[in-house]
């Protein structure tokens, strides 16, 4: 037994309930000593996600506060960072919670050789998911590649009950100092676009848990119908609080399991979203490629393009598809984008404009404050049709169609596109405010012809896919 501090190195973690690896440090009785690092893992990430980081960590120090504990930032390598700390403090150990992504499992890998090596107590908790990647196996042993036998495996699982909030715990007898997180200045790549985006994020567990409530009172029981359609509220919009740990996963699931038992229809459709997220995990920890290489490798010869002028034209949501560049808006205006549209504007991209999956990939990375390295990874490529479960390379969403079916009055185009309407509303002109000056757009501006016919899109990129398939 130890009476030696624990470092606690918070990441993607950043709440007080349903978090294993604080509530066991609490119940250890030792002194805690949170952490955040902004470290070069850190430090690559978009603009927006940064952004949102930095409100991430801001709510969560109020958060550790208000149970007697001082958050402790500290900027560089996260090994010399700890090693350091460890060494100013006298702690026994380090604990975390566990990531996937290739870049978060090489650093932590290292890290955990290098303290143990040490002969300090380095540990990893899980969190993040609601199962470990590596404890869901097929009948031969190896990991799902297809999302519905992944989903019949883990449905019916036992899911331990979400801990609740820590109310208190023992901190170090004496702080060590600390960097001033708006030195930090994890906001300054998003530069003017951070005031339109501010009015639209949620930031922290408080938020989070209204967010799921005020979802499950209510537009969960369209869900199923009304998760197509971006013009009405109808998802929970958690995506962006999850991404940071500011509600964790198991509450989720508990929640939606206790609605789907009271007969409120949705309930199972958004489980399965809950779960789709869990097979982008199971498949990044198995197959990390998906990352960057097309995960069927018999995809490495097709004829994609490079960044090219209509990308840029996708980029500012300028390729006269209203349904696409509404899309691409909401994103500049919100920091999100509705799920439809992502399938959307991905399909538009790599087929109709024949561009590289891992251009747009990059792009969402940039520009989204829900950013997730798995999702965004297998939502790409199963758009593209290079991934798991990937759309078959003969479906090519048509904008126009999809904008018929999901977007019917046209409400949602309306709201994003200044130039559809003689009299904008406040998120069309909060585009214009939001992208960069360089761009020199302006509501004035005509709206522009369509960068492709669709149906001359279409034809190229079926031609191409034949020719791969001949």
């Not at 990531?99 to 540990?123: C, H, I, M, N, S």
């Not at 930090?184 to 209204?210: F, K, N, P, S, T």
């Not at 996708?314 to 549209?341: I, K």
Request: aromatic fraction near 10%; charged fraction near 25%; charge should be neutral.
């Amino acid at each position: 037994m130890t009476d030696a501090p624990v470092i606690l190195w918070f990441r993607r973690d950043l709440r007080l309930a349903d978090q294993p690896m604080l509530a066991a440090a609490v119940a250890s009785g030792r002194p805690l000593l949170p952490l955040f690092i902004l470290d070069l893992e850190t430090e690559a990430l978009g603009a927006a996600a940064k952004w949102r980081l930095g409100l991430a960590v801001d709510e969560f120090a109020r958060s550790l506060a208000r149970i007697g504990l001082q958050l402790t930032l500290r900027r560089g390598s996260a090994l010399a960072v700890l090693r350091a700390l460890q060494v100013e403090t006298g702690a026994g150990g380090v604990w975390w919670s566990r990531l996937y992504d290739p870049a978060a499992v090489a650093r932590d890998t290292v890290v955990k050789a290098a303290l143990k090596g040490q002969g300090l107590e380095a540990r990893s908790f899980a969190g993040h998911l609601l199962h470990e990647p590596w404890d869901v196996a097929t009948g031969a042993g190896g990991f799902y590649r297809v999302y519905t036998p992944f989903w019949r495996a883990v449905r019916a699982r036992d899911i331990a009950a979400p801990a609740p909030a820590v109310r208190a715990a023992r901190g170090v007898v004496d702080w060590p100092a600390s960097d001033r997180l708006q030195e930090w200045r994890l906001g300054a790549a998003m530069q003017r676009g951070a005031a339109v985006v501010a009015r639209h994020v949620r930031v922290g567990e408080a938020a989070a848990a209204d967010r799921l409530a005020g979802f499950l009172d209510g537009p969960v029981a369209a869900y199923a119908e009304a998760r197509n359609l971006p013009g009405v509220e109808g998802t929970s919009r958690l995506s962006e609080n999850l991404t940071y740990g500011e509600i964790g996963v198991r509450s989720i699931w508990h929640a939606g399991m206790r609605a789907m038992h009271e007969g409120r229809a949705g309930a199972e459709t958004f489980l399965r979203e809950i779960v789709w997220r869990e097979f982008a995990y199971h498949l990044i920890h198995h197959s990390p490629e998906i990352a960057t290489r097309n995960w069927k490798p018999e995809w490495d010869g097709f004829p994609w393009r490079a960044d090219n002028p209509d990308a840029e034209a996708w980029r500012r949501g300028m390729t006269g598809e209203p349904f696409v560049d509404a899309a691409m808006r909401e994103m500049y205006v919100t920091g999100t984008m509705h799920n439809r549209g992502r399938m959307i504007v991905a399909s538009y991209l790599t087929k109709h404009l024949m561009t590289d999956w891992r251009v747009g990939l990059r792009w969402f990375e940039d520009c989204l404050t829900d950013w997730d390295p798995a999702a965004n990874a297998m939502g790409w490529q199963w758009a593209a049709g290079s991934g798991p479960d990937a759309a078959p390379y003969f479906r090519v969403f048509n904008p126009e169609t999809q904008a018929e079916k999901f977007d019917p009055d046209a409400g949602y185009r309306r709201r994003f596109i200044a130039e559809l309407t003689p009299d904008p509303g406040p998120d069309a002109r909060a585009f214009f405010a939001a992208v960069p000056r360089s761009w020199q757009l302006d509501a004035q501006l005509p709206y522009p012809s369509p960068r492709v016919a669709l149906a001359e899109g279409r034809a190229r990129a079926l031609a191409a896919y034949g020719a791969r398939n001949s």
